[in-house]
């Protein structure tokens, strides 16, 4: 049955950058269908909303606060998980964030602090989560990447973030390839402009808003479940001969 592929009941999944935005979503799609999720990310206050909204809905959850770009908070934070329920079937890797302006005046912090979160974060989450999936016999890696990293969109300049988003998709790749031989599969989104927190600044702008609009041919950004579904697709076994694999969710941004 087709719809088996998509079941995951018994799974353990990780959803780093999961107390709200896409990553919230992501942990509500793998709920639905059957996994119990356990949310990480460095907002304990809105974690523990988060996890009250999935048991509302009558899902099991948890949350975990961590520093994603603390490799030895990853690695806790992984064995923790893998202590408390047994194994890590899934990870979802959400956490990011972002910063704009001139790379003439970008600090050499600001660099930094978004290559820690978004691209060296992901690789520490992707590592730890693989440590404990190789113990249970594999698991599946989602990375939350961005059309970011395959062209430099405009008008905002970003190129910390878009270096970032590139890197997380070659991390995907490499990663893909290192653990194939170990029932991992490793995969990313791209995602086009979707309304969360993180874009809040750029729809409310009017110099920004009408471009990303013009430019995206579905004309409107996405809505966080629609960027869920496919991670729940690429998390399941729907996809199990897909690793490696970019897949972009833009509305046809790239397209034209
Ligand atoms: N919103 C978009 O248009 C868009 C487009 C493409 C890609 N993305 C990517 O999607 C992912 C989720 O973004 P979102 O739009 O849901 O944003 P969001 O701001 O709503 O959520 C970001 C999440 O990352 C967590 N986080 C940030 N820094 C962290 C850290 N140091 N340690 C642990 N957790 C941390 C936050 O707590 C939050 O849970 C990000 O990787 C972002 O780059 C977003």
């Known amino acids: 049955m087709y719809i088996n592929r998509l079941n995951l009941k018994g799974k353990i999944a990780v959803i780093v950058g999961g107390s709200q935005g896409i990553g919230l979503a992501a942990a509500q799609a793998l709920s639905e269908f059957g996994a119990t999720t356990v949310l990480a990310a460095n907002n304990a206050a809105t974690g523990g909303a988060a996890v009250e909204h999935l048991n509302a809905l009558g899902h099991p959850a948890s949350f975990l606060e961590v520093d994603v770009s603390d ?52 690789f520490w989450a992707a590592r730890e989560a693989a440590r404990q999936m190789l113990k249970t016999g594999g698991g599946s890696i989602v990375n939350v990447g961005s059309i970011s990293g395959l062209i430099a969109n405009i008008p905002q300049n970003q190129t910390a973030y878009n270096a970032s988003k590139a890197g997380v998709h070659l991390v995907t790749k490499s990663l893909a390839s290192e653990f194939s031989g170990s029932n991992i599969r490793v995969n990313a989104v791209a995602p086009g402009y979707v309304e969360t927190e993180l874009t809040r600044g750029g729809i409310d702008d009017p110099d920004w808003f009408p471009i990303w609009r013009q430019k995206t041919p579905l004309g409107r950004v996405a809505q966080v479940e629609e960027i869920a579904s496919v991670i729940h697709f690429l998390a399941s076994d729907a996809a199990s001969y897909m690793t490696g694999s970019i897949v972009v969710v833009d509305g046809g941004y790239t397209a034209i």
């Not at 194994?87 to 600001?110: F, T, Y």
Request: glycine content about 10%; charged content about 15%; aromatic content about 2%.
């Open 71 to 122: 490799p030895d908070a990853i690695a806790d934070l992984m064995a923790t998980v893998a202590a408390k329920h047994g194994r890590i079937d899934i990870l979802v890797n959400s956490a990011g964030v972002a910063c704009h302006g001139s790379s003439l005046d970008l600090p050499n912090g600001e660099w930094q602090r978004i290559l820690d979160v978004n691209l060296s974060g992901a």
